[in-house]
């Protein structure tokens, strides 16, 4: 079962590597800017009112032309919202505005006609239907350089123009107040998100280094006692321990990147629900592993005690005992994973599979991690920001966010609602931000317990600050570019990396690190299994020694 877990979390946290907030500045670099059509695609909330009582509220997208739209509520103003007629308003309106809002259908001519035509009539903006419930892009014509338009424009979906229209032509008074707030520069989400991701890989690590030392000092505690057992702890076998080799961290990539490019082809609702299902399997996994490890502490008659069970094998009295919670738990999340706080649930389970996997897949030494996360390291590049050149568009961020499909996003991320942020929406994480490298981590703290290091000298606290610092500066990045999506391991890798190197190189330790991955150790229980007879030829070989 847990080879199952490892499976489906290492094909599908490659899934999401872009940490994302949500895009509410857009650039368009196929639509270039131009005297009077230079403004930013900006998202604007349009606020409406019926017959003087607040009602819904829509979301639109700001054109290129036109002056910019006010960011502060307060700033705003409530404008009459009419009727244009002719609807397309490609020629003059049969009736003069008098400053309000113009509602249009879009079609039969541009955009910036339409507009100019609405300023004309007295409008003080306008607001174009879409023809589908996508938003669209409003940009200007290359050889339109006298554009001179003083009155805001903004592009509906197609059910909220239609509802708005509805209403107008029913007789309703309705008026609307048209702004595009700003996000805050820092959202508590991110402070959250961060501390869940470097906990997640403190907790990971510490119990990857426990499990490890336990099992040397059975070893150890073996080889006393005079029975033969195997030198190769870390390896795989009977404990379950997969150690991960150079080709399979390079053949991880591919696989993933293949897999991604699945995604993105296939991305449809059905396919999300198939998604859904992996997660959950593998999260009952984790789930499992984690509350049997927490629990056998108490409950260690239950933990010994096995029964043996068919496909499954011999399987403990409290595993038995946990599984039924961990599967309503994860069918529960599954079946109400729209609602508003279902993300609690999705990041337990994302976190324990995350803490499962790195506590059984190792890296054995410095070598494989450095290939593990260089090839991550391009891999994240390459999907998040060269696809576009091939796609149009981020294959990366467009699979996180769920596109084409009614789901908010994949899975296979942590997320956190921006709880200040007027946009709401969710701060993600991809698990392979968080597993990656915190294999890496758990790796250095293997290495120090072996190596009985301090916290100080050893490798691991400078590896896990490193990772931290590299996080941090993602989501500094992130809030720099206006919430547009980062590989996070862009900036994880080089921190967490370098600062291991560095240290190995000047502790003159790296050749250790990189090629052993553990410190030399002096066997002091060989025990020398002797016939009477070589006992006597040792003990006279020697008469001066007496």
Known sequence: MAASAVLAVLLASALAGAAAGGDIVHQDDQAPKIPGCSNDFVLVKVQSWVDGKEKDEYVGVGARFGPK????????????????????????????????????????CKFTKKAKLAEAAGASGILIINHGTELYKMVCEKNE???????????????????????????KSVSVQLYSPDRPVVDTAEVFLWLMAVGT?????????????????????????????????????????????????????VIASCFLIMLYKLM????????????????????????????????????????????????????????????????????????????????????????????????PNLKVGSVL?????????????????????????????GDKTDEDGVPMLLKIPRMFDPWGGYSIIGFGDILLPGLVVAFALRYDWAAKKSLRSGYFLWSALAYGTGLLITYVALNLMDGH??????????????????????????????????????????????????????????????
């Open 373 to 401: 996360l260089s090839c991550a390291f391009f891999y994240d590049i390459f999907w998040v920001f060269i696809s576009k050149r091939w796609f149009h568009e981020s294959v990366m961020i467009a699979v996180a966010r």
């Open 69 to 108: 739209i006010v960011s502060k509520e307060k700033y705003a103003n409530r404008t009459q919202l009419t009727l244009a007629d002719p609807i397309e308003c490609c020629s003059p309106p049969k009736e003069k505005v008098s400053g309000g809002l113009l509602l249009v259908k879009r079609g039969k």
């Open 268 to 363: 449809s609702t059905w396919f999300v629900e198939l998604l859904v299902v992996i997660f959950c399997i593998g999260g009952v996994e984790g789930l499992q592993t984690c509350l049997v490890a927490l629990l056998s502490r108490w409950f260690r008659p239950a933990a010994e005690s096995f029964l043996k069970v068919p496909f499954f094998g011999a399987i403990s009295y409290l595993t038995l005992a946990v599984s039924p919670f961990c599967v309503v738990f994860a069918v529960l999340w599954a079946v109400y994973r729209q609602y508003p706080y279902a993300w609690i649930g999705q990041d337990i389970l994302g976190i324990a599979l995350i803490v499962t996997v790195i506590q059984i897949v190792r890296v």
């Open 201 to 253: 890989v403190l907790c990971a690590s510490y119990w990857s280094a426990w499990s490890s030392r336990e099992a040397i000092n059975e070893q150890e505690k073996l080889l006393k006692d005079g029975h033969e057992v195997s030198l190769n702890v870390e390896g795989g076998g009977s404990n379950g321990i997969v150690d991960i080799n150079v080709i399979s961290a390079i053949m991880f990539v």
């Open 145 to 171: 350089t006298e554009l001179d338009i003083h009155i805001p424009a903004v592009l509906l979906p197609q059910d909220a123009g239609i509802a708005l229209h509805t209403l107008v032509t029913d007789g």
């Open 485 to 546: 999506g980062q590989p996070a391991l862009l900036y994880i890798v080089p921190f967490t990396l370098g600062t291991l190197i560095l240290l190995g190189w000047k502790r003159r330790e790296l050749r250790n690190l990189w090629f052993k991955g553990e410190p030399e150790r002096v066997c002091t229980h060989v025990h020398m299994m002797m016939q009477p007879h070589q006992a006597k030829d040792i003990s006279v070989s020697d008469p001066s020694s007496s």
